[in-house]
């Protein structure tokens, strides 16, 4: 069977740009899928995907120009209803086959064959390849059909019949284009109103020839490059523009280098087809505003690459990605300095404006700012956050903890929600907390409280770096907790994919707080303060958000390599304070590794499932005198020697320690489930032996639930 590479390419009118990747990648893998589906494409074919603003393309090769016949078994119906007591076949058989395309001169060559506790009938037959046109025009439908299009258009299209007309035609955008080819050859196939050729469009003004003509598949990337003025492959552009930045941005000198931003580099990526890189400025006078606002408007709203020195620090220079490149630059580059200037303007406007009027005195404005309609306005919520700000302050200045006050604590809480009323923070949201630690320090806060109120959004997303001080750590927890209490009190819990109030982000917040902090602080005590500020306004949800929350820890400890048996056996136990969850899992895992842990881990499930199934309670109490056995004498006298270090590890914190001291006890354990009959006749007799097994099961699940390591 001979084999080509294929070549298919939708031309189309600019794609949305944060969509493109995407929508490339998925066009390429569903078409090359459906082609492999079909046997076109064998395992040794390979697809390379191809996305520019105007067109998404897949290159495939070997495919070949009729797909191989497939020998096919097709169960027809149980002998029993296909064939009469003569063996003849019945009008069910026949009309069976004849939907088949096949008479009764079939039925002789029929197959038996057990099918359950019936024998049943077979036709075997030869299914014919699928045809490469065919194939490939299945496969296309499915590929433009399973595109993650974000937004379908609708647009005429002139019909291409003997009456003129239109049609309505759906799409991501207008397509004006089809390329099908195989080798040289085109393959005729149509879509979106388009019938399959051989040429496409290069760029909009720089294409040496239009239209642009491919000679074959393998031709595409080569002569679209050439005669096209474009770089097809997505990959490749985005890794020229890359080049071009760290070329121009070493030209500027002083250590300059482009702000890392890969969203924005694959946005600018999907914005040109020929990239240009320039260098531009504004007015030094701007760089009075604080960095963080000329950055994100220049990136946002100009898709700019700002500079910045070895610092950091931003200097006056920024580049651009241009889409042509004329021989004389200059009227490009003055175009994106004129277009800049009124942003920066705008942002140097704002900050000043801003400063006139103190955070303190903003805060009175929070409450005609809507919160939620079951939980009222953002000043309401602030004095929630300062007060569950507060309690946390207190019960880590009772705790020892350095670097935290309440009143601080307070303070920061108060304003850190003002720069919602500023200017700044209205044109950019992206900016709040940023903004207010600005505002804070030209208010004269102390620097620990502009830190807090610049922090308390954090973390913001995963990975992001946690706040800077401990007055920061303590409002950033309140701000997540009330968020977290107040929208579980009110039953709005995230569902599927759809959080609007990123309440899986607050909890891992929390959580990555109380862990990498070490806080001595107690989770269900945290719940229950947060939920009291909010009085009847909510129903109590700190058993919901408590699962919520240890979820969230399964799911992040996991990530980090801890087996999903370790993470159980330590979660089971639900420990309160989240900080101990790290040492508690090491010392889970050191006690699997000795040679005793399955023994042990069997033997606590099994007492586990004894104490179940007991009738009555059952107290953590032994009589010594009332134990009969050898067994059960030697087990409580093992336990005599070894729990109470166990204890007094654990409560020092060396859960390794605690856990290895119990692996003595797997021998006495093992002689007494062999040697002793737990449910004996007489009732005080078993009642004193489920008492051991009790005071047993608790010594040995205090740093985690043991039973969920058995196999």
């Not at 003025?229 to 500027?252: D, G, N, T």
């Not at 007015?283 to 960095?291: A, Y």
Request: hydrophobic share 50%; proline share 5%.
């Amino acid at each position: 069977m001979t084999t080509q590479n294929l070549l298919v390419e939708l031309f189309v009118e600019e794609l949305p740009p944060k969509a493109l990747k995407k929508l490339g990648d998925a066009f390429a893998s569903v078409l090359f899928d459906q082609l492999k589906a079909q046997g076109l494409a064998g395992a040794d074919s390979a697809v390379t995907a191809f996305a520019s603003p105007r067109r998404l393309a897949a290159h495939v090769t070997a495919v070949a120009e009729r797909a191989a016949d497939k020998a096919v078994s097709q169960k027809l119906m149980p002998v029993s209803v296909g064939l009469d007591a003569s063996g003849q076949a019945t009008p069910a058989l026949l009309k069976r086959l004849a939907g088949l395309g096949a008479d009764a001169s079939a039925v002789a060559g029929l197959k038996r064959a057990p099918d359950g506790k019936a024998e049943a009938l077979f036709y075997d037959s030869v299914v014919p390849g699928a045809e490469l046109a065919v194939g490939l025009q299945k496969a296309l439908d499915e590929a433009l059909a399973k595109l993650p299009i974000p937004k379908v258009m609708t647009y005429q299209l002139e019909t291409d019949c003997e009456l003129p007309g239109w049609s309505s035609v759906q799409f991501v955008r207008p397509a004006h284009g089809l390329v099908a080819l195989h080798g040289a050859n085109v393959v005729p196939v149509k879509a979106l109103g388009l019938t399959a050729g051989n040429s496409t469009h290069g760029h909009r003004f720089e294409a040496a020839v239009d239209p642009v003509v491919l000679a074959d598949a393998d031709a595409y990337a080569a002569t679209l490059l050439r005669d096209g003025a474009v770089i097809a492959s997505f990959a490749e552009r985005k890794a020229e523009i890359a080049r071009q930045l760290a070329a121009a941005a070493a030209k500027v000198g002083g250590g300059c280098q482009p702000i890392e931003d890969d969203a924005l580099l694959d946005e600018v990526t999907a914005l040109v087809e020929r990239p240009n890189v320039l260098v531009c400025e504004f007015e030094k006078q701007f760089l009075d505003v604080p960095q963080e606002c000329l950055i994100l408007t220049m990136k946002a709203n100009q898709k700019y690459f700002p500079l910045v020195d070895t610092q950091g620090k931003l200097t006056n220079k920024f580049l651009v990605v241009s889409n042509i490149s004329p021989d004389d630059a200059s009227a490009v580059i003055g175009g994106n300095e004129r277009v800049v200037r009124p942003r920066l303007a705008d942002a140097k406007f704002f900050f000043d404006q801003d400063r006139k009027k103190p955070l303190v005195d903003r805060v009175a404005g929070l409450d005609k700012v809507v919160y939620h309609n079951k939980l009222g306005t953002q000043g309401e919520r602030m004095l929630r956050v300062r007060e569950i700000a507060a309690e946390i302050a207190r019960e880590l200045m009772a705790a020892g903890v350095h670097g935290v006050s309440d009143g601080a604590a307070a303070q920061a809480a108060t304003v850190a929600k003002a720069d919602l009323l500023t200017d700044m923070v209205g044109e950019f949201p992206e900016l709040q907390g940023i903004m207010g630690g600005y505002y804070a320090r030209h208010d004269g806060l102390t620097e620990e409280v502009a830190f807090a109120v610049e922090d308390h959004y954090k973390p913001r997303f995963a990975g992001d770096e946690l706040p800077r001080n401990m007055t920061g750590v303590v409002v950033a927890l309140a701000d997540k907790l009330e968020t977290l209490v107040g929208m579980f009190g009110i039953g709005n819990l995230p569902t599927g994919d759809k959080d609007p109030f990123a309440l899986r982000r607050h909890a891992l917040g929390v959580v990555r707080m109380l862990v990498e902090k070490a806080l001595p602080l107690h989770l269900d005590t945290l719940l229950h303060s947060a939920a009291k500020v909010f009085g009847d306004r909510i129903t109590d949800p700190t058993v919901p958000l408590a699962d919520f929350i240890y979820d969230r820890l399964a799911g992040g400890l996991r990530e980090q390599g801890f087996s999903a048996q370790e993470v159980d056996a330590v979660l089971a136990l639900r420990p309160d304070r989240l900080a101990d969850v790290a040492q508690r899992l090491q010392a889970v895992r050191a006690f699997a590794a000795l040679p005793e842990a399955p023994a042990l881990a069997a033997a606590n499930k099994r007492i586990g499932n004894i104490l179940k199934k007991s009738e009555a309670e059952v107290a953590v109490a032994v009589n010594a005198s009332a134990l009969v056995e050898p067994a059960e004498q030697a087990l409580f006298a093992a336990m005599q020697a070894t729990v109470p270090a166990a204890n007094a590890q654990f409560d020092a914190g060396d859960y390794t320690a605690s856990l290895q001291a119990l692996a003595a006890l797997r021998a006495p354990v093992d002689a007494f489930f062999d040697g002793v009959m737990v449910n004996a006749d007489d009732p005080a007799l078993k009642a004193n032996r489920l008492g051991l097994l009790k005071t047993l099961h608790e010594a040995m699940n205090r740093v985690a639930d043991l039973s969920r390591l058995a196999a």
